[in-house]
């Protein structure tokens, strides 16, 4: 009997494969348990089921799931690379650890199919916790891994414009520091694949610090993140309400380095997004500043002009920003409390407390505490 473990995203289907594994009649088995990710225990961060490359049939696994990527509408052979070793089992199982169907009308062959179905928030869990935050601790780690992307999605357009263009700079980019976690090169893969779906082939390094990146690329399953949670609301590009006052939310910016919810300067995009604006609103949290108000470094104005434009027309009675650590403080222009809440300098060292206030929201007085 033919067996398939399909799953989203989490490593659910692994550790169901590896399970049933245990019977000498159910196979083939293509995991391990082992909290160190084929390294001393304690190296990786999460996974205790994981993918073993040394396994007898691992390469027919590595095929099977490249199938996935290339798969035409209809039914999904993954087992076929596994067609002369099915046999040495009574019950022949098959997994995915990443990789999902292309077309999601498709189904896979198999007698029986389990079917692991997960939530947003184990989706995003499960990456951040289990694979984002690893070190890269080797250049041999990002050797490894590129390796191991390019044979489960089986392109050659990516191979050649990955190898060819940008391989050695991700090198020379861990050799300097500044790759360091497996999201980073893993964001910079499939960044080069969506690209290459455009017609395009232009990428970025992530800057390591820049954890934004993970919200702005799964916004839906960020805010299932934090939704379970009584005292915490995540705003992007929305609005909420704690009694009469309401707070509406937004973190782009005009781009700066290569961050997360950069928009062009003065752009069209940027301009959008300020348009969806609601009519009134009390209180605006942003992640940078309106030009001219707490956002002077090295003596030039780099807030949002933009921005500015939007705050002046709305007046809200408080605005709430950062991102320009050196313009960190209060003003009051007589309508609108400014706060640049920057508890860091411009060398990301914690120097400034945070600010807590006592907020009148009918007469708009404040004080602080």
Not at 178 to 206: C, P, R, T
Not at 258 to 272: C, D, H, M, S
Not at 316 to 333: E, L, Q
């Amino acid at each position: 009997m033919d067996i398939s473990i399909y799953q989203n995203n989490t490593g659910s289907a692994p550790a169901i494969h590896w399970w049933l594994s245990q019977e000498i009649n159910i196979g083939p088995q293509l995991y391990d348990f082992n909290t160190g990710y084929g390294r001393p225990t304690g190296h990786h961060v999460g996974a205790i089921v994981i993918e073993n490359e040394e396994a007898e049939h691992s390469k027919l696994h590595t095929e099977s799931l490249a199938i996935l990527d290339k798969s035409l509408p209809g039914i999904v052979d993954v087992m076929s690379p596994f067609k002369h070793v099915k046999d040495q089992f009574d019950f022949f199982l098959w997994s995915n650890y990443t990789n999902n169907l292309s077309n999601p009308d498709n189904i896979i062959k198999a007698d029986k199919t389990i079917l692991v179905d997960n939530s947003l928030e184990e989706q995003l869990f499960f990456y951040i916790s289990q694979y984002a935050f690893v070190r890269l601790e080797f250049l041999d780690d990002v050797e490894q891994q590129t390796q191991s992307w390019a044979n489960e999605h089986n392109t050659s357009d990516w191979k050649e414009v990955w190898y060819g263009k940008y391989h050695d700079e991700f090198l020379q980019a861990f050799k300097d520091k500044k790759l360091k976690y497996m999201w980073q090169l893993n964001f910079a893969h499939h960044d080069l694949m969506d690209q290459l779906s455009k017609g395009k082939e232009d990428i970025k390094l992530v800057d390591a610090d820049d954890h934004d990146r993970l919200f702005e690329d799964d916004p839906i399953g960020s805010s299932h993140l934090v939704r379970g949670y009584t005292n915490i609301g995540y705003l992007e590009d929305s609005l909420c309400g704690i009694g009469d006052v309401s707070i509406y939310g937004s973190p782009w910016q005009p781009e700066f380095c290569n961050w997360a919810f950069n928009l062009p300067r003065n752009g069209k995009e940027l301009q959008e997004k300020w348009d969806q604006f609601p009519n009134k609103v009390d209180i605006l949290v942003w992640h940078t500043m309106p030009f001219g108000h707490l956002d002077v470094t090295g003596n030039l104005n780099v807030g949002c002009e933009l921005l500015r434009v939007k705050t002046d027309e709305l007046r809200p009675k408080i605005f709430v920003g950062g991102h320009i650590h050196s313009g960190a403080g209060y003003k009051f222009d007589g309508h609108t409390h400014f706060f640049n809440a920057s508890v860091l300098n411009n060398n990301y060292r914690y120097v400034n407390k945070p600010m807590t206030i006592d907020w009148d929201s009918k007469t708009n007085e404040m004080t602080f505490i």
